[in-house]
């Protein structure tokens, strides 16, 4: 299995991105996928995830400002990031669940996820 980022960069406060993450080996249909950063010096932390049916979740520190979604036919995940904070400057990862560890409700835990991307840094300016 091999998830791979895309679409991070620099931007100005208040500006847009959209992240990508194409997986190979891993069939996104009916799958549990979510969206993870990490800030120098902080722990991970789930920002969204998507479960089976497409129900989705988000930390209370994106709601309304992220969106995730799902693109079977492409086998991607994406990101769409509106409304930008510097406090949303991190590396953004990609992560997916294993079957039998896939919930209907997403799950914004880490353990919950065996397979991981390299990540991909996003940097907000004031």
């Known amino acids: 299995v091999q998830l791979v980022e895309s679409g991070g960069g620099s931007v100005q406060a208040g500006g847009s991105l959209r992240l990508s993450c194409t997986a190979s080996?891993?069939?996104?249909?009916?799958?549990?996928m979510g969206w993870f950063r990490q800030a120098p010096g902080k722990e991970r932390e789930g920002v969204t995830a998507?479960?089976?049916?497409?129900?989705?979740r988000n930390a209370d520190s994106v709601k309304g400002r992220f969106t995730i979604s799902l693109d079977n036919a492409e086998n991607t995940l994406y990101l769409q990031m509106n409304s930008l904070k510097p406090d949303d400057t991190a590396m953004y990862y990609c992560?997916?669940?294993?079957?039998?560890?896939?919930?209907?409700?997403?799950?914004?835990?880490?353990?919950?996820?065996?397979?991981w991307g390299q990540g991909t840094q996003v940097t907000v300016s004031a």
């Open positions: 992560a997916a669940a294993l079957a039998r560890f896939c919930t209907l409700i997403p799950d914004l835990s880490s353990t919950v996820y065996s397979y």
């Open positions: 998507i479960g089976p049916y497409g129900t989705t």
């Open positions: 080996g891993y069939t996104t249909n009916r799958a549990c």
